[in-house]
């Protein structure tokens, strides 16, 4: 599987913390992680979300998807500096790491 990244960041308002969950549910689905496994994923997103919405004072808060050959690292943090004062920013951080199945060789058919 090629290396990928992507980052997105959102507002840290109620409405993003769905939208988190479901972008990082559906890249990982996409990437042949089975439903059950995608939804897991998707709600550990949501409360980690849940969590940096309710807890941060930043404005916006960066979910970042990593992929390797059989894995997916899964970040989200509150964004540096997007605080009002430094002293009154959480650090609020979550890292899933996510094992990918393996994609079988393309068979020799014509």
């Known amino acids: 599987m090629p290396t990928c990244t992507w980052e997105l960041t959102l507002p840290r308002e109620a409405a993003s913390i769905g939208l988190a969950g479901r972008a990082a549910g559906v890249a990982v689905l996409v990437l042949g992680v089975g439903p059950c496994g995608a939804g897991a994923l998707r709600d550990s997103v949501?409360?980690?979300?849940?969590?940096?919405?309710?807890?941060?004072?930043?404005?916006?808060?960066?979910?970042?998807?990593?992929?390797?050959?059989?894995?997916?690292?899964?970040?989200?943090?509150?964004?540096?500096?997007?605080?009002?004062?430094?002293?009154?920013?959480?650090?609020?951080?979550?890292?899933?790491?996510v094992s990918l199945p393996s994609r079988p060789a393309p068979s020799g058919r014509r």
């Open 46 to 97: 949501r409360t980690a979300a849940h969590y940096l919405v309710t807890h941060s004072r930043a404005r916006r808060f960066r979910l970042l998807l990593c992929t390797g050959e059989d894995r997916c690292d899964i970040e989200i943090t509150d964004r540096p500096g997007d605080a009002p004062r430094p002293a009154q920013a959480a650090v609020v951080s979550l890292r899933l790491n």
